[in-house]
């Protein structure tokens, strides 16, 4: 199983990025995705996610409104769009694939697979 993450790099705050993370080795469909990140000298923390159905959706309220996670099951891919961008979303984001229960769809363990990063900078 592969993820594959790319998008990231150095915005101005008020700016957009989109993340997307490709996959491999898996049913894609079958899988919830979620986006996480790690700020320097901080914990890695929940982003967004998505169910297997593109209904379910969850978002930490620091990005709520602001980022918009999708996936192409085509593609076997998933998208952050991430806009109106603050220095305080810099951070290296990883996607992840698993199997949560829709009530920890937000917890680092459920997720079985993850990709390697990519680094978002947001300059002030």
């Known amino acids: 199983v592969q993820l594959q993450a790319s998008g990231g790099g150095l915005a101005q705050a008020g700016g957009s990025l989109r993340l997307s993370c490709a996959t491999s080795?898996?049913?894609?469909?079958?899988?919830?995705m979620g986006w996480f990140r790690q700020a320097p000298g901080k914990e890695r923390e929940f982003v967004a996610a998505?169910?297997?159905?593109?209904?379910?959706?969850s978002y930490a309220d620091s990005v709520s409104g602001r980022f918009t996670i999708s996936r192409d099951n085509s593609k076997r891919t998933v998208y952050l769009q991430m806009n109106s961008l603050q220095p305080e979303d810099t951070a290296v984001y990883y996607c992840?694939?698993?199997?949560?229960?829709?009530?920890?769809?937000?917890?680092?363990?459920?997720?079985?697979?993850w990709g390697q990063g990519t680094q978002v900078t947001v300059s002030s």
């Open positions: 992840a694939a698993g199997h949560p229960i829709t009530s920890a769809i937000a917890t680092q363990r459920m997720y079985a697979y």
């Open positions: 080795g898996l049913i894609f469909g079958n899988h919830a």
């Open positions: 998505m169910g297997r159905s593109v209904q379910s959706t």
